[in-house]
């Protein structure tokens, strides 16, 4: 329910499914609005409403690593 809630929050819908292939990463609350303010500013960039590609575009940046 947290990316349905941060994702609404900002006045865009994603489909149920969307939703729940989002819910299986591993994320916490922080991260997560990090993605969708990141994909916001992509999204605008581009001129567009958020949309799931572009998280998708996003979410494998927050799984890097910088340190072991």
């Given amino acids: 329910h947290i990316w349905k809630n941060l994702v ?9 499914e969307t939703y729940h292939t989002l819910a299986c990463h591993s994320l916490n609350g922080r991260q997560i609005k990090n993605v ?7 999204a ?4 567009r409403e958020l949309t799931e590609k572009h998280i998708y575009k996003i979410l ?9």
């Fill in 8 to 16: 609404e929050a900002q006045g865009i819908t994603l489909n149920d």
């Fill in 36 to 42: 969708i303010r990141m994909g916001m500013l992509m």
């Fill in 44 to 47: 605008a960039y581009e001129r």
């Fill in 60 to 68: 494998p940046l927050t799984s890097v690593k910088l340190f072991d």
